[in-house]
């Protein structure tokens, strides 16, 4: 996703680009250290496939983008 304003004349109105993704990557297990499949909690982190994306992260810029 890929949202770009324009700036308008003057300083108060600066251009600004916003810039996140919606694809899915592989999960190759030899690239971690836990099972990718497998949700662990170790340490006070989680560990897993899916624990953390961008999908919140990009629906809330489109929507504040748009206020």
Do not use: C, N
């Amino acid at each position: 996703m890929i949202a770009r304003y324009r700036g308008r004349g003057g300083k108060t109105l600066r251009p600004i680009l916003i810039i996140g993704h919606l694809d899915v990557v592989e999960a190759r297990p030899e690239d971690w250290t836990t099972d990718p499949f497998q949700f662990v909690e170790k340490d006070g982190y989680y560990y897993g496939r899916g624990t953390q994306d961008m999908k919140a992260s990009d629906a809330i810029m489109v929507t504040d983008s748009f206020d």
